[in-house]
């Protein structure tokens, strides 16, 4: 079962779930990695919350079609 993060739109198919929260994942943790030296005393563990919340940003909208 495919498990989609985004419906059909605009001429373009729909994105996979796993294929967008990669994306997403990949995306969020380079930024966070970036501004952690502004954050030396959560050093890691912003770079870890700000992961797990790319994980789960779009589980609401989880659809099989």
């Known amino acids: 079962m495919t498990l ?3 419906s059909p ?3 373009a198919g729909p994105q ?3 294929d967008h929260v990669r994306g997403v994942h990949k995306r969020a943790v380079e930024f966070a990695a970036r501004i952690e030296m ?3 005393k959560y ?3 912003f770079k870890s ?3 797990q919340a790319a994980i789960y940003h779009d589980l609401g ?3 099989e079609h």
Do not use: I, N, Q, S
């Open 4 to 6: 989609y993060a985004h």
């Open 9 to 11: 739109k605009l001429g």
């Open 16 to 18: 996979a779930y796993e």
């Open 38 to 40: 502004f954050t030396p």
């Open 43 to 45: 050093r890691g563990l």
């Open 49 to 51: 919350m700000v992961g």
């Open 61 to 63: 909208k989880v659809d």
